[in-house]
Each structure stands twice: as structure tokens, then as C-alpha cells.
């Protein structure tokens, strides 16, 4: 999701196209099941190009690439990470892990992007 509107969407022929902009990326770890304790958040610089029917780009942590597709990064989801990763990511408050559980953002941000949102300029933009 993007956090500002720093960036600008256009068009290049009949693909969508992102500028750069803050990002938030949902992430969990790769060595534990998804629950309210590996539930994690992290701002990265991403520009989203359109990969057929999918927006998709790259975000660098830790000097890894990770592919980003979407909503979050994964779609709606959090992306599942390394343990070196996961460490760089902010937790969540479990208030807001309750509200993304219930709010049907199937493949897309779902009725919690708005505190999402929030939370995120709140604590990850310093």
C-alpha cells in the first residue's frame, strides 16, 4: 500500500505504471505460522509496473530483493521473509493484526487500510 502521494501513476501505452514512493510491506516470518506475534511492518522506497492483470515490483531490505505484488506486498497478505528481514520490521500493534484478520481485503487492502495507513505514517515515517 502506498502511504503518501508522493508518487504518480501513469500509463505507458496500456500498461500501469508506479513512480517510487513509500510503500507498506506486510512481512512475517518465514520459521513461524502467521499469527498477531509475526505480524510486521516495514517501509520501503517500490515502484509497481503492470506484469499482466498484476502490479509488481522489487523492495530492498537488508541487501535482498524482494518481489512485491499488490496490496501489502503480497496481495493482501504478508510476504513471508527471512529471519534477517523480519528482525528490520516493526511489529504491529495486535488491535491492528485484528482489524486486517476481519477486514475482506481479499487480493487487495481490505476495511482496515485506513488505520493501516495511519499507523504506519505515525510510526514507520520518522
Known amino acids: ?10 500509463y505507458r501505452g ?6 517510487k514512493a513509500p510503500f507498506l510491506i506486510l512481512v512475517q516470518n518465514e520459521n513461524s505460522p502467521l499469527g498477531p506475534d509475526n505480524f510486521r511492518a516495514i517501509v520501503r522506497k517500490v515502484a509497481l509496473s503492470q506484469l499482466g492483470p498484476w502490479m509488481m515490483g522489487t523492495a ?3 541487501g535482498q530483493s524482494i518481489t512485491i505484488s499488490g496490496a501489502y506486498g503480497n ?7 527471512s529471519e534477517k528481514i523480519y528482525n528490520e520490521a ?3 500493534p495486535r ?10 481485503g481479499w487480493n487487495s487492502c481490505g476495511s482496515e487500510a485506513p488505520a493501516m495507513r495511519k499507523w504506519a505514517l505515525e510510526n514507520l515515517m520518522k
Open 1 to 10: 500500500m502506498y502511504l503518501t502521494k508522493e508518487g504518480r501513476t501513469y
Open 90 to 92: 516493526t511489529p504491529i
Open 95 to 104: 488491535a491492528l493484526y485484528n482489524l486486517w484478520s476481519i477486514g475482506d
Open 60 to 62: 530492498r531490505i537488508q
Open 75 to 81: 496481495n493482501g497478505l504478508p510476504k513471508t521473509v
Open 14 to 19: 496500456d500498461e500501469q505504471h508506479h513512480t
